[in-house]
């Protein structure tokens, strides 16, 4: 690597040589290859493509992993998930959106019948990796409690773009869904189906200048791997969070965990 300094008035010869070994390329053109200004298929909160492919990274995603999206939205981090190999799932409680049907995000008007997950993943040529999608209520999810999966990733709706919602107490209406009760409803989903060893991922919202790692919440079968800030609006922010379901010889007893203690500091 060369270094001529100043890029406005480069020198004849580098001021500093720097030598060093290749160990892999950045995968930079994937950003440009996914996005989400070409995409076929998009959603209002589409997560950025730059972020995906940072999340299945962080998920751990390889040749062969089964991967879930309990808030899949348009599919935009488990289209991420399949360029890395994982064979993607995803649930939803907007079936408008899963149908791809309603008003396009692009503002022209409805939905072309090619806006829809499997046009999606064609795009991209990893149509092989789409499972599929369900419309389930995370707060009261579809799956069968014997379904296990090494990854779980996904970008939880709280407020700013899209507004949680869940099922309401008569059928066919939907009503608020508090993120106290939507983080430890996604804790308590990733620990049941998580396999030992495998990754939950996501984005959970805070006050950047009151924000501590201590406050993300936490279970003794979960090992914190990181918490990274990304600022939103002012003192708004966002945690990536990354946990690893520990293995079965690693497991702690938690007959003395409490999910409200746990969850208390998101009010």
Same mark, same amino acid.
């Given at each position: 690597?060369?270094?001529?300094?100043?890029?406005?008035?480069?020198?004849?010869?580098?001021?500093?040589?720097?030598?060093?070994?290749?160990?892999?390329?950045?995968?930079?053109?994937?950003?440009?290859?996914?996005?989400?200004?070409?995409?076929?298929?998009?959603?209002?909160?589409?997560?950025?493509? +730059?972020?995906?492919?940072?999340?299945?990274?962080?998920?751990?995603?390889?040749?062969?992993?089964?991967?879930?999206?309990?808030?899949?939205?348009?599919?935009?981090?488990?289209?991420?998930?399949? /360029?890395?190999?994982?064979?993607?799932?995803?649930?939803?409680?907007?079936?408008?959106?899963?149908?791809?049907?309603?008003?396009?995000?692009?503002?022209?008007?409805?939905?072309?019948?090619?806006?829809?997950?499997?046009?999606?993943?064609?795009?991209?040529?990893?149509?092989?990796?789409?499972?599929?999608?369900?419309?389930?209520?995370?707060?009261?999810?579809?799956?069968?409690?014997?379904?296990?999966?090494?990854?779980?990733?996904?970008?939880?709706?709280?407020?700013?773009?899209?507004?949680?919602?869940?099922?309401?107490?008569? +059928?066919?209406?939907?009503?608020?869904?508090?993120?106290?009760?939507?983080?430890?409803?996604?804790?308590?989903?990733?620990?049941?189906?998580?396999?030992?060893?495998?990754?939950?991922?996501?984005?959970?919202?805070?006050?950047?200048?009151?924000?501590?790692? /201590?406050?993300?919440?936490?279970?003794?079968?979960?090992?914190?791997?990181?918490?990274?800030?990304?600022?939103?609006?002012?003192?708004?922010?966002?945690?990536?969070?990354?946990?690893?379901?520990?293995?079965?010889? +690693?497991?702690?007893?938690?007959?003395?965990?409490?999910?409200?203690?746990?969850?208390?500091?998101?009010?």
């Amino acid at each position: 690597y060369l270094d001529f300094g100043q890029a406005n008035k480069p020198p004849d010869r580098p001021v500093y040589y720097y030598f060093g070994r290749r160990f892999c390329d950045s995968g930079r053109e994937l950003v440009v290859k996914y996005d989400t200004r070409d995409r076929a298929f998009l959603g209002n909160t589409a997560m950025c493509a +730059q972020m995906a492919l940072l999340m299945a990274n962080q998920a751990k995603v390889m040749d062969g992993s089964l991967v879930l999206d309990p808030f899949v939205g348009s599919g935009g981090i488990t289209v991420a998930c399949a /360029e890395f190999g994982g064979y993607c799932l995803g649930s939803d409680i907007n079936m408008t959106l899963l149908r791809g049907r309603g008003l396009s995000s692009r503002g022209h008007g409805y939905r072309k019948t090619t806006e829809n997950f499997r046009s999606c993943f064609e795009q991209y040529g990893v149509l092989s990796h789409f499972v599929d999608v369900i419309g389930s209520d995370q707060h009261r999810p579809a799956w069968r409690n014997t379904m296990v999966v090494d990854a779980i990733v996904t970008d939880p709706p709280y407020g700013v773009r899209e507004s949680p919602r869940k099922q309401g107490a008569d +059928q066919g209406t939907t009503t608020r869904y508090d993120t106290t009760d939507l983080v430890q409803d996604l804790l308590q989903f990733s620990l049941k189906h998580l396999r030992p060893g495998g990754r939950l991922v996501y984005f959970l919202p805070v006050i950047m200048s009151s924000f501590k790692e /201590e406050d993300v919440p936490g279970h003794p079968m979960f090992h914190f791997i990181s918490a990274s800030v990304q600022g939103i609006c002012g003192d708004l922010a966002r945690v990536l969070v990354t946990m690893e379901k520990k293995l079965s010889d +690693q497991q702690t007893s938690a007959e003395d965990f409490s999910w409200k203690e746990q969850c208390q500091n998101l009010e």
